[in-house]
């Protein structure tokens, strides 16, 4: 039989790509064997050398000298390769915002507080339409209009407190009467790390809004997340390319603001944003995209939040993708394959801290999370220094993290509290007394 060299000569081609491909593919994977651990790695010395890119430097290598450069021309260019690389695409605004007051409770805390719940309905033109229910407490007997703390939370609106009128929020799968219940369990698991009476007391408002209910915190979340006011049922039944939970959250904290700041005790120049873990990483985007935010305050956020991606100690972007598998919703789809050489990313995260600039940010991490990389977490804030430093501001003068339980810095500040992965009082004392100190707060009687 006579073969036809014009087909034999694809086929052949094809054969040697595909051959080509595995053996790429193995030799990434042993490399990443040999020099990355797969068992976590807390041992510093075992760790590959880390060379950060500067901050300062522009993709066509020119390095900016002025606050004003900065905004012109590295900032835009840094939150984009913040996206491509990371988060993905900003969405969009929906088509309409409604607000609904759902409840209001006006004697919350001895007569100190009123209470809220709004429900917030996001719809579009082509008639699809997603919701969420902020809780809202503000002071009742303020002078003026007061500040904001902000942000998306665990479980629900209900976890946050004892308080049976609140709605039980969150839930965003079959509501059965088992699953109900149990959802109801949640009611007040949360409340010490949200002291709301306390920051109350220290004279600020705030609104929470539960973080499933903006993108339900699994693989399959899509399809029950707000990028359903954008695309259809098919296109959600797998991952979207270009997006991620991560970004679908800080939306909703940007959200949260909006209803927020409808409320005439709530003072919209004056606004602090505050998530523990994933939702640090969440706040820390959130706040960088969203220049109403005046501070982040950015707990334990670990990898992907203010940890440096190249020291590859405790959690690293490559097990999160292919350990526990987070990283293929929390993150753009693009970052999966990139995640094997973290030293060869456009960015890493001390220009994320950097992008705050002017605006403060605050970084906790806790002695006992090693998970988070703690010196990791305190020297993205350390590196973002360059940058606070073009507009006049100082940010934190050592390379070594302090000691547990001394705070360091002001507009760029950090705290190494003692004790686990937790968003505790301790946390909020300093991020309340950076708050003040950034919005003029005054102290109360
Ligand atoms: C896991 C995950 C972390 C994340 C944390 C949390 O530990 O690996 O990246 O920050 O969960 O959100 O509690």
């Given at each position: 039989m006579k073969i036809n060299r014009s087909i034999l000569l694809p086929f052949f081609a094809l054969?040697?790509?595909?051959?080509?491909?595995?053996?790429?593919?193995?030799?990434?994977?042993?490399?990443?064997?040999?020099?990355?651990?797969?068992?976590?790695?807390?041992?510093?010395?075992?760790?590959?050398?880390?060379?950060?890119?500067?901050?300062?430097?522009?993709?066509?290598?020119?390095?900016?000298?002025?606050?004003?450069?900065?905004?012109?021309?590295?900032?835009?260019?840094?939150?984009?390769?913040?996206?491509?690389?990371?988060?993905?695409?900003?969405?969009?605004?929906?088509?309409?915002?409604?607000?609904?007051?759902?409840?209001?409770?006006?004697?919350?805390?001895?007569?100190?507080?009123?209470?809220?719940?709004?429900?917030?309905?996001?719809?579009?033109?082509?008639?699809?339409?997603?919701?969420?229910?902020?809780?809202?407490?503000?002071p009742s007997r303020a002078e003026r209009p007061a500040p904001l703390f902000t942000g998306l939370v665990f479980r629900g609106n209900h976890a946050l407190t004892d308080d049976p009128s609140v709605q039980a929020t969150g839930q965003r799968y079959p509501k059965t009467p088992e699953k109900q219940a149990e959802w109801e369990q949640f009611r007040g698991q949360r409340k010490n790390s949200y002291p709301i009476r306390t920051i109350i007391e220290r004279g600020y408002a705030c609104a929470f809004a539960s973080y499933h209910d903006i993108f339900p915190d699994r693989i399959d979340g899509w399809s029950q997340s707000i990028y359903r006011l954008w695309h259809d049922d098919a296109e959600l039944a797998a991952r979207l390319p270009g997006c991620s939970s991560i970004g679908a959250w800080a939306w909703g904290i940007s959200r949260v603001i909006d209803c927020a700041v409808t409320q005439p005790e709530v003072d919209g120049t004056r606004i602090a944003c505050i998530g523990h873990s994933r939702l640090g990483k969440a706040t820390l985007w959130a706040a960088v995209c969203d220049e109403r935010i005046g501070?982040?305050?950015?707990?334990?956020?670990?990898?992907?939040?203010?940890?440096?991606?190249?020291?590859?100690?405790?959690?690293?972007?490559?097990?999160?993708?292919?350990?526990?598998?987070?990283?293929?919703?929390?993150?753009?789809?693009?970052?999966?394959?990139?995640?094997?050489?973290?030293?060869?990313?456009?960015?890493?995260?001390?220009?994320?801290?950097?992008?705050?600039?002017?605006?403060?940010?605050?970084?906790?991490?806790?002695?006992?999370?090693?998970?988070?990389?703690?010196?990791?977490?305190y020297l993205s804030a350390y590196y973002a220094g360059p940058v606070y430093r073009l507009f006049g501001i100082e940010g934190l003068t050592s390379r070594e993290p302090p000691p547990?339980?001394?705070?360091?810095?002001?507009?760029?500040?950090?705290?190494?509290?003692?004790?686990?992965?937790?968003?505790?009082?301790?946390?909020?004392?300093?991020?309340?007394?950076?708050?003040?100190?950034?919005?003029?707060?005054?102290?109360?009687?």
């Amino acid at each position: 039989m006579k073969i036809n060299r014009s087909i034999l000569l694809p086929f052949f081609a094809l054969l040697l790509g595909l051959l080509l491909a595995g053996c790429h593919s193995m030799n990434t994977v042993q490399h990443y064997q040999q020099t990355i651990p797969w068992e976590p790695n807390f041992d510093e010395q075992r760790m590959p050398p880390v060379v950060l890119p500067d901050a300062l430097k522009c993709l066509n290598g020119k390095k900016v000298r002025t606050a004003d450069e900065w905004l012109r021309y590295r900032r835009p260019e840094l939150l984009r390769l913040f996206e491509e690389t990371m988060y993905g695409k900003r969405p969009p605004m929906p088509d309409h915002v409604e607000y609904t007051l759902l409840s209001e409770k006006d004697d919350e805390f001895d007569g100190m507080a009123i209470r809220r719940e709004i429900l917030v309905n996001f719809r579009m033109d082509n008639g699809r339409h997603h919701d969420m229910v902020v809780l809202l407490y503000v002071p009742s007997r303020a002078e003026r209009p007061a500040p904001l703390f902000t942000g998306l939370v665990f479980r629900g609106n209900h976890a946050l407190t004892d308080d049976p009128s609140v709605q039980a929020t969150g839930q965003r799968y079959p509501k059965t009467p088992e699953k109900q219940a149990e959802w109801e369990q949640f009611r007040g698991q949360r409340k010490n790390s949200y002291p709301i009476r306390t920051i109350i007391e220290r004279g600020y408002a705030c609104a929470f809004a539960s973080y499933h209910d903006i993108f339900p915190d699994r693989i399959d979340g899509w399809s029950q997340s707000i990028y359903r006011l954008w695309h259809d049922d098919a296109e959600l039944a797998a991952r979207l390319p270009g997006c991620s939970s991560i970004g679908a959250w800080a939306w909703g904290i940007s959200r949260v603001i909006d209803c927020a700041v409808t409320q005439p005790e709530v003072d919209g120049t004056r606004i602090a944003c505050i998530g523990h873990s994933r939702l640090g990483k969440a706040t820390l985007w959130a706040a960088v995209c969203d220049e109403r935010i005046g501070l982040a305050c950015v707990n334990d956020s670990g990898c992907g939040g203010a940890a440096l991606s190249r020291r590859l100690i405790g959690e690293t972007l490559f097990s999160m993708f292919n350990k526990n598998h987070f990283g293929e919703f929390w993150f753009t789809d693009t970052l999966a394959e990139r995640s094997l050489h973290p030293e060869n990313l456009p960015v890493d995260q001390h220009e994320l801290v950097a992008l705050m600039a002017p605006r403060a940010v605050s970084i906790h991490s806790a002695t006992e999370d090693n998970w988070a990389d703690p010196k990791g977490e305190y020297l993205s804030a350390y590196y973002a220094g360059p940058v606070y430093r073009l507009f006049g501001i100082e940010g934190l003068t050592s390379r070594e993290p302090p000691p547990p339980d001394t705070p360091v810095g002001e507009t760029v500040s950090y705290l190494f509290r003692t004790g686990r992965h937790d968003l505790q009082i301790a946390d909020w004392e300093h991020y309340l007394s950076v708050a003040d100190a950034v919005f003029n707060t005054p102290k109360p009687e």
